[in-house]
């Protein structure tokens, strides 16, 4: 998962960059300001790996922010001037994007922040190579091994991790769920549904077959459809 702050001082674009956050499973929203220099304070106390920083800000501009920062982060500039492009480039950003931002470029903006955060992220993986989710019980924990959840449902306050014949209920949510998992081997194809890459077996229409628990009926949501889409895309052999 990669750890994201967004820094802009228009409340409107943090709300749209927010949004494609959220819609992208191997991002984590940590926070986001509208105040430059509570940015840096943010980038400084927190596990932050991606920045989406704008240029033209109160107080300290996105160029001396990004000086500033002395490498702790990566920065994606999303901004509305282009002339501001060879200074940032000249200043390592992963990507410049233009205002207003679309969905489509905005992933493959970030789909470049994976490949160069990839170790980064992958060592943080490792060690999250199991849960522990509270049971249908009080004071009752369940250990559930990574590699053996075959897919998650969600049941109104409920989840159901599903390992072979096992299903494990636990009350939480679907996003929290989501958050602890390692974003390289699963993602989200629908509000009630999260399944491992691993266990695709092929995508018929809005339908995904499993490998393993092949009864089951994984539908993809609308909104969650073209990240999907675009995450198998970026594996088809042409």
Do not use: W
């Not at 369940?142 to 109104?156: A, F, P, T």
């Not at 409920?158 to 679907?174: P, Q």
């Not at 009630?192 to 077996?201: C, D």
């Not at 628990?213 to 993809?220: D, E, F, G, Q, Y």
Request: hydrophobic residues 45%.
């Amino acid at each position: 998962m990669i750890n994201c702050l967004v820094v802009d001082d228009e409340t409107p674009a943090i709300k749209i960059l927010t949004s494609y956050i959220d819609k992208v499973p191997y991002l984590h929203l940590v926070a986001s300001t509208t105040d430059p220099i509570e940015g840096l304070k943010l980038a400084a106390e927190n596990d932050i790996d991606l920045i989406f920083l704008d240029i033209q800000m109160p107080n300290i501009t996105g160029l001396e922010f990004v000086e500033a920062l002395n490498g702790k982060s990566k920065v994606i500039f999303t901004t509305a001037y282009s002339q501001y492009a060879f200074d940032a480039f000249n200043l390592n950003v992963i990507d410049y994007l233009l205002k207003p931002v679309s969905f489509t470029r905005f992933l493959k903006a970030t789909q470049k922040a994976n490949e160069v955060l990839k170790d980064k992220v992958e060592s943080k993986a490792v060690e999250n190579d199991f849960l522990i989710v509270k049971g249908d019980s009080k004071g009752k924990l369940n250990k559930i091994e990574i590699d053996d959840i075959d897919y998650i449902e969600g049941m109104r306050n409920y989840v159901a991790i599903v390992c072979g014949d096992k299903k494990t209920m636990s009350l939480m949510n679907m996003k929290d769920l989501e958050d602890n998992l390692p974003a390289q081997k699963f993602v989200r194809v629908h509000k009630s549904y999260i399944i491992p890459i691993s266990n695709i077996l092929s995508i018929d229409g809005n339908s995904v077959l499993l490998k393993r628990n092949k009864s089951a009926t994984i539908l993809i949501g609308a909104g969650y459809k073209p990240t999907f889409l675009e995450l198998m895309k970026a594996k088809m052999v042409n």
